[in-house]
């Protein structure tokens, strides 16, 4: 089945400092890939639409500048947190449908956890 | 504006029963709608998809059925056991591919 790799699993850093979430594709490309948030006891928030070789599109509310989305190849979404905050910390995950699967829905990344100090 | 709600934040059941979980909606027109498992600290798992013209879809242990006049489909997980206490998500997704969750319930399925 489709399989879509997140790493890293969780990471701390500094207030200020940059981190990079990778999302893969690994068995199925994927030309759109999702990007959501999810605070503790809530619902998943989708931040932006990643689309290979284009640019991604923010939902509202969310920072195109400081989620800065990479979809360079069907295989590889990036999402790099930049001059994060505590505020910013959160679970982040992504998502990605490969062609042929309208019956099996989506297939989630196993989640970062981001943590802010 | 559109509300997708899911009946309770937590369920707890006894093993064996049969647990239902509820999904309405407001202001929306899915296409389709999917049920997910979540474990804590995890990613959704995708567990069933049923479409706008589907009124019911089963997957072994699993039933989903979808009312778009009452706006509302319901999960039932039968025989339950404790191993499928998690959190169960609803999403709707519209022509044009734009998919938005439920808040969740959480069940808990005690022995």
């Known amino acids: 089945g489709a399989v879509v790799s997140q790493h890293p699993s969780w990471v701390i850093c500094k207030s200020g400092t940059s981190v990079k979430i990778e999302c893969r594709s690994l068995d199925f490309q994927a030309t759109t890939m999702f990007w959501y948030r999810q605070f503790p006891k809530q619902s998943l928030m989708l931040m932006a639409t990643?689309?290979?070789?284009?640019?991604?599109?923010?939902e509202q509310g969310v920072e195109k500048d400081k989620f800065l989305i990479n979809h360079a190849s069907l295989t590889l979404s990036t999402l790099t947190v930049t001059s994060a905050h505590p505020e910013d910390s959160s679970f982040y995950i992504c998502?990605?449908?490969?062609?042929?699967?309208?019956?099996?829905?989506?297939?989630f990344g196993s989640g970062t956890r981001l943590t802010v100090v | 504006s559109q509300k997708i709600e899911q009946n309770s934040e937590a369920l707890n059941i006894q093993e064996g029963k049969t647990a239902t979980l509820t999904c309405n909606y407001t202001n929306y027109s899915p296409a389709y709608l999917q049920w997910y498992r979540q474990d804590p600290g995890r990613g959704p798992v995708f567990l069933l998809l049923i479409r706008e013209n589907e009124k019911e879809k089963r997957k072994e242990r699993l039933k989903v059925t979808f009312d778009t006049t009452l706006k509302q489909s319901l999960f039932h997980i039968t025989a339950s056991q404790p191993a499928d206490s998690a959190t169960y998500l609803c999403a709707l997704t519209n022509n044009n591919n734009d998919m938005r969750f439920g808040a969740g319930t959480r069940l808990t399925v005690k022995p």
């Open positions: 998502s990605a449908r490969g062609t042929g699967h309208s019956n099996y829905g989506y297939t």
């Open positions: 990643s689309n290979e070789g284009s640019k991604a599109t923010y």
